[in-house]
């Protein structure tokens, strides 16, 4: 009996041994994918970013901060950066808005609601690279419609070269980036605001309180998570900015329009400056991590 | 159609052939070749029209004559070099033979990514085969520091496409010579080429003409620069310190040339890239403008094939003449060198099918292919009656490849020369986009200097030794 018993317990503690352990048996496929794809490629861009490395001369010897010096001294970094964080701080406030008022739109029930969602998802979902080409396309100087449209509204021949000429690059490359992702904000942000507690909003309506009272004071606390990690999301996505500027202009004329990722991509892929560019990978993988989990703590998401 | 065009070629290659015991280079490969029946040999070709030969014509051809069979590895132009310099860091062996871009030699000949080929060609006794190529190619884009690591396969070089039918026009010759104080005719230099475009966008023969269209895009445009820079009296560097020179007067001067010219361009032509171009020639809306070698064909009709249907149907066919660029030396502009990969297991096999293909007996059929872009580029070819007779003005056209052949002008070929030009690029687009032309060229030899200093002077100093000492580096 008392064998019986004992035995009984030890298979109960092996169970429970198991059980405690089974998830991690479980999970280990996906952590080591996850430490392949992300940790090995991460550490070795550590690695070749304190080595001089390009495609053309493979120095493998280590070259201490030679790469990490030149990043504070290009000034073509630094511009690179800065056209990133202004073009950050000006599409991501106008796909707020813009984002925010359709979806206030589409908030309450109104006729043929589920296809105009259908229509105004259509950019999010198509491929930002062909996106951008197509934009190319509409702001081609000769054949492009907005040429045409612009030329019936001034009732003579337009023929603004918006991918080269100074004061169009860019409102071209914001019309393009505005176009494909505000619906993705519309999108989340009419989810946040279907989920509004409508009694609240019927309390305070019955309290005489006034539109707007009621949208600052009850509607935009409500769905003040949601749009922070949207924020954020659109944030990281816009400090990453490539597709569309590539398509459009290629960061040129000249470097007038350079972002950091185009910056990255031509000293990577057209200059060959491997462990150059493995540096400021690294720094900004770094800087964006830092920003991502303040941001996290401060919307309290990440507690 | 790919049946009739092997047919086509099997006739041509018979009639082609020398008498019985008496190889030509094309038999010697083919019958070396033969012990390495059953591999597979992996290709690397530009993706696109280019890579039709070696898919539709000689690939075929090739399994059919040795039972080797040809993969085709269509790559972008844009990734071509990084692709063969990054499988042979990485050791893979992926490429037994390689398309490579004259100017990049250097680069990879350094790296040890080519195989040299001299003892095969000796071998299989291919040097004097070798003499038929046009010297400009032949002596330029073959060896690297005395070493033949390609073969020149691609006759590129930018040539000037005219209306001769309205140059030829009496009452435009009187107007012009009227206007300018000399005779309408092709241009000798670029004061020229601004007034005949001006001349034309004025006196357009229909609503929509204009005086001429040139290749202003990104990736392409500075081809254009160095060849302007180098025909005014442009040097690249100071040969003693390796100094950038790029932003003397005269590289500010072929800028302010360019923007001044845009004013008699269709509006917008100064983004223009190749396909703009070409439209608006094929349609008939230029009366000038620059390109390689194909519009000389499709401008005449030839190559109505399926597979060249997004070529816009030739309005000009008849009324085209051609002629070298102001200066008289045009920019060879790209190219091709077949090249076989030190990294490959059948570099023997990779090399008989290189020396097939850019045999005199073959390549003649596929400089004619009228879907692909190979341009001629043997003395043999310029000269072949068969070519002569494609169509009325084909003899004209192949005289006039021939002489730019004499006095092509190389494309810098240094150490990472892709920087150089990357460089020389933005600052060009910069001054189209409104940045003073002076400011921008200074930034960019400013870069220069620093990509050579990266390089190492004394390595790239020697490199640009290698380059100036051909004969085409610099107009002659």
Same mark, same amino acid.
């Given at each position: 009996?008392?064998?019986?018993?004992?035995?009984?317990?030890?298979?109960?503690?092996?169970?429970?041994?198991?059980?405690?352990?089974?998830?991690?048996?479980?999970?280990?496929?996906?952590?080591?994918?996850?430490?392949?794809?992300?940790?090995?490629?991460?550490?070795?861009?550590?690695?070749?970013?304190?080595?001089?490395?390009?495609?053309?001369?493979?120095?493998?010897?280590?070259?201490?901060?030679?790469?990490?010096?030149?990043?504070?001294?290009?000034? =073509?970094?630094?511009?690179?950066?800065?056209?990133?964080?202004?073009?950050?701080?000006?599409?991501?406030?106008?796909?707020?808005?813009? +984002?925010?008022?359709?979806?206030?739109?589409?908030?309450?029930?109104?006729?043929?609601?589920?296809?105009?969602?259908?229509?105004?998802?259509?950019?999010?979902?198509?491929?930002?690279?062909?996106?951008? %080409?197509?934009?190319?396309?509409?702001?081609?100087?000769?054949?492009?419609?907005?040429?045409?449209?612009?030329?019936?509204? #001034?009732?003579?021949?337009?023929?603004?070269?918006?991918?080269? $000429?100074?004061?169009?690059?860019?409102?071209?490359?914001?019309?393009?980036?505005?176009? $494909?992702?505000?619906?993705?904000?519309?999108?989340?942000?009419?989810?946040?605001?279907?989920?509004?507690?409508?009694?609240?909003?019927? #309390?305070? $309506?019955?309290?005489?309180?006034?539109?707007?009272?009621?949208?600052?004071?009850?509607?935009? &606390?409500?769905?003040?998570?949601?749009?922070?990690?949207?924020?954020?999301?659109? +944030?990281?996505?816009?400090?990453?900015?490539?597709?569309?500027?590539?398509?459009?202009?290629?960061?040129?004329?000249?470097?007038?329009?350079?972002?950091?990722?185009?910056?990255?991509?031509?000293?990577?892929?057209?200059?060959?400056?491997?462990?150059?560019?493995?540096?400021?990978?690294?720094?900004?993988?770094?800087?964006?991590?830092?920003?991502?989990?303040?941001?996290?703590?401060?919307?309290?998401?990440?507690? | 159609?790919?049946?009739?065009?092997?047919?086509?070629?099997?006739?041509?290659?018979?009639?082609?052939?020398? &008498?019985?015991? #008496?190889?030509?280079?094309?038999?010697?490969?083919?019958?070396?070749?033969?012990?390495?029946?059953?591999?597979?040999?992996?290709?690397?070709?530009? %993706?696109?029209?280019?890579?039709?030969?070696?898919?539709?014509?000689?690939?075929?051809?090739?399994?059919?004559?040795?039972?080797?069979?040809?993969?085709?590895?269509?790559?972008?132009?844009?990734?071509?070099?990084?692709?063969?310099?990054?499988?042979?860091?990485?050791?893979?062996?992926?490429?037994?033979?390689?398309?490579?871009?004259?100017?990049?030699?250097?680069?990879?000949?350094?790296?040890?990514?080519?195989?040299?080929?001299?003892?095969?060609?000796?071998?299989?006794?291919?040097?004097?085969?070798?003499?038929?190529?046009?010297?400009?190619?032949?002596?330029?884009?073959? #060896?690297?520091?005395?070493?033949?690591?390609?073969?020149?396969?691609?006759?590129?070089?930018?040539?000037?496409?005219? =209306?001769?039918?309205?140059?030829?026009?009496?009452?435009?010759?009187?107007?012009?010579?009227?206007?300018? +104080?000399?005779?309408?005719?092709?241009?000798?230099?670029?004061?020229?080429?601004?007034?005949?475009?001006?001349?034309?966008?004025?006196?357009?023969?229909?609503?929509?003409?204009?005086?001429?269209?040139?290749?202003?895009?990104?990736?392409?445009?500075?081809?254009?620069?160095?060849?302007?820079?180098?025909?005014?009296?442009?040097?690249?560097?100071?040969?003693?310190?390796?100094?950038?020179?790029?932003?003397?007067?005269?590289?500010?001067?072929?800028?302010?040339?360019?923007?001044?010219?845009?004013?008699?361009?269709?509006?917008?032509?100064?983004?223009?890239?190749?396909?703009?171009?070409?439209?608006?020639?094929?349609?008939?809306?230029?009366?000038?403008?620059?390109?390689?070698?194909?519009?000389?064909?499709?401008?005449?009709?030839?190559?109505?094939?399926?597979?060249?249907?997004?070529?816009?149907?030739?309005?000009?066919?008849?009324?085209?003449?051609?002629?070298?660029?102001?200066?008289?030396?045009?920019?060879?502009?790209?190219?091709?060198?077949?090249?076989?990969?030190?990294?490959?297991?059948?570099?023997?096999?990779?090399?008989?099918?290189?020396?097939?293909?850019?045999?005199?007996?073959?390549?003649?059929?596929?400089?004619?292919?009228?879907?692909?872009?190979?341009?001629?580029?043997?003395?043999?070819?310029?000269?072949?009656?068969?070519?002569?007779?494609?169509?009325?003005?084909?003899?004209?056209?192949?005289?006039?490849?021939?002489?730019?052949?004499?006095?092509?002008?190389?494309?810098?070929?240094?150490?990472?020369?892709?920087?150089?030009?990357?460089?020389?690029? =933005?600052?060009?687009?910069? %001054?189209?986009?409104?940045?003073?032309?002076?400011?921008?060229?200074?930034?960019?030899?400013?870069?220069?200097?620093?990509?050579?200093?990266?390089?190492?002077?004394?390595?790239?100093? =020697?490199?640009?030794?290698?380059?100036?000492?051909?004969?085409?580096?610099?107009?002659?």
């Amino acid at each position: 009996m008392s064998v019986a018993v004992a035995r009984h317990g030890d298979t109960g503690g092996f169970n429970r041994w198991a059980d405690r352990r089974f998830k991690y048996l479980l999970i280990w496929p996906a952590v080591l994918i996850l430490l392949l794809v992300g940790v090995f490629p991460f550490v070795n861009v550590l690695v070749v970013s304190f080595q001089d490395i390009s495609l053309v001369f493979e120095d493998k010897s280590f070259a201490g901060l030679l790469n990490y010096k030149r990043l504070f001294t290009e000034a =073509r970094l630094w511009q690179a950066i800065l056209h990133t964080v202004v073009f950050t701080l000006v599409a991501l406030p106008i796909e707020f808005v813009l +984002g925010l008022l359709m979806a206030l739109l589409f908030v309450e029930p109104i006729r043929g609601r589920q296809v105009f969602l259908a229509l105004l998802i259509i950019p999010t979902v198509i491929s930002p690279i062909v996106a951008g %080409a197509t934009w190319r396309l509409m702001f081609d100087n000769q054949f492009g419609p907005i040429n045409q449209i612009l030329g019936w509204i #001034a009732g003579e021949p337009v023929t603004i070269i918006w991918v080269l $000429q100074k004061g169009f690059v860019w409102p071209a490359i914001l019309v393009a980036e505005v176009w $494909q992702w505000t619906p993705f904000m519309f999108l989340l942000l009419l989810a946040a605001l279907s989920n509004v507690d409508k009694s609240q909003v019927e #309390a305070a $309506q019955i309290d005489g309180a006034s539109k707007l009272r009621i949208f600052f004071r009850i509607v935009l &606390p409500a769905i003040k998570p949601v749009l922070a990690i949207v924020l954020l999301i659109r +944030g990281l996505d816009l400090f990453r900015l490539f597709d569309v500027v590539w398509a459009l202009t290629q960061g040129g004329p000249g470097t007038r329009t350079e972002t950091l990722s185009t910056y990255a991509y031509v000293q990577g892929f057209q200059q060959f400056e491997v462990s150059y560019t493995s540096a400021i990978a690294f720094v900004v993988v770094v800087l964006l991590s830092i920003a991502i989990v303040l941001a996290l703590r401060r919307v309290e998401i990440a507690r | 159609m790919k049946k009739a065009v092997l047919a086509f070629a099997a006739v041509m290659l018979v009639g082609a052939s020398p &008498p019985a015991g #008496a190889q030509n280079a094309a038999e010697r490969a083919v019958e070396a070749a033969k012990q390495f029946a059953g591999i597979t040999l992996n290709v690397t070709w530009e %993706a696109g029209l280019q890579a039709n030969d070696p898919l539709n014509f000689s690939g075929p051809m090739w399994e059919e004559l040795t039972g080797i069979k040809i993969n085709v590895v269509e790559i972008p132009i844009s990734e071509l070099f990084t692709k063969t310099l990054a499988e042979h860091r990485a050791g893979t062996g992926a490429f037994d033979l390689l398309n490579v871009v004259p100017a990049w030699m250097p680069d990879l000949a350094e790296a040890g990514a080519l195989e040299p080929l001299d003892a095969f060609i000796d071998k299989y006794g291919y040097r004097e085969d070798l003499q038929d190529i046009a010297p400009v190619y032949r002596d330029n884009q073959m #060896a690297y520091q005395g070493t033949i690591y390609g073969l020149p396969d691609d006759g590129d070089v930018l040539i000037m496409y005219y =209306r001769k039918d309205l140059f030829g026009d009496p009452a435009r010759q009187a107007a012009f010579k009227e206007r300018f +104080g000399y005779d309408l005719a092709p241009p000798d230099t670029w004061a020229q080429f601004k007034d005949i475009s001006q001349y034309f966008t004025e006196n357009p023969p229909h609503e929509g003409f204009y005086g001429s269209a040139m290749i202003r895009s990104p990736g392409l445009i500075h081809y254009y620069f160095q060849e302007r820079f180098r025909v005014e009296g442009g040097e690249f560097f100071d040969a003693d310190t390796m100094k950038a020179q790029i932003n003397s007067d005269i590289g500010v001067g072929v800028i302010e040339g360019w923007i001044a010219e845009h004013e008699f361009m269709p509006p917008g032509a100064s983004a223009w890239g190749p396909i703009e171009v070409l439209n608006a020639w094929l349609a008939g809306d230029l009366a000038i403008m620059g390109w390689w070698p194909p519009p000389g064909r499709w401008s005449a009709g030839y190559g109505d094939f399926e597979i060249l249907s997004f070529v816009p149907e030739s309005k000009v066919a008849g009324k085209v003449g051609y002629a070298l660029p102001p200066g008289g030396a045009p920019e060879l502009a790209a190219g091709f060198s077949l090249a076989v990969s030190s990294g490959s297991k059948n570099k023997e096999a990779a090399y008989l099918f290189a020396q097939w293909l850019n045999s005199p007996e073959i390549s003649l059929q596929r400089v004619q292919l009228p879907y692909a872009l190979r341009d001629p580029f043997r003395i043999s070819q310029y000269e072949s009656e068969e070519y002569q007779n494609l169509w009325p003005d084909a003899k004209e056209y192949l005289e006039t490849l021939r002489a730019a052949a004499e006095t092509g002008l190389l494309d810098l070929s240094i150490r990472n020369t892709f920087a150089y030009e990357e460089a020389l690029t =933005r600052a060009i687009t910069a %001054a189209f986009g409104g940045e003073d032309p002076q400011k921008a060229l200074d930034r960019a030899a400013e870069e220069w200097d620093k990509i050579t200093e990266r390089v190492g002077l004394e390595d790239q100093k =020697r490199a640009y030794a290698d380059w100036i000492s051909k004969p085409n580096a610099y107009p002659n």
